[in-house]
């Protein structure tokens, strides 16, 4: 009879396979299954108009952000950098709606952007009262 060649998942979702190793434990043949996420905070707590911190995209093709604080009103206007390092507007897809934007100005909504083929992205406010806001969200690969 032949070995079987069937596959198991682990608890983190990862490919192993039926063989084991001398302790028992499965032998990992594939060691990621899906996207690398990565948290990302754009702005903190910030209570003035400011660029706040850039994100280096790197291999991250999406940001999934959301603003929150207690900030009566604000605006958070969506950039992206190429090599050059000149910012210019980028849509994104509000999430509950999917109307596009290239800026936010409601707290505890998500906001999904396209990042791939920038080099950097930033959430920079424009405007805001009556509190303090903070972007944040994944990068997703």
Known sequence: MMASNSYLYDSNGWKTSSRKDVDGTPVMDVYNKGSFVKPVTLQNGATAIGDGTAFDVESYSKLNIKATGTA????????????????????GVKMATFDMDNKMTTKNESYQLEVAGYVKFRARITAVAGGNVSVKGNAVS
Do not use: I, L, N, R
Request: proline share 5%; no cysteine; hydrophobic share 50%.
């Open 72 to 91: 009566t009103s604000f605006t958070v206007v969506f950039e992206a950098a190429h090599a050059d390092g000149v910012y210019e507007p980028v849509m």
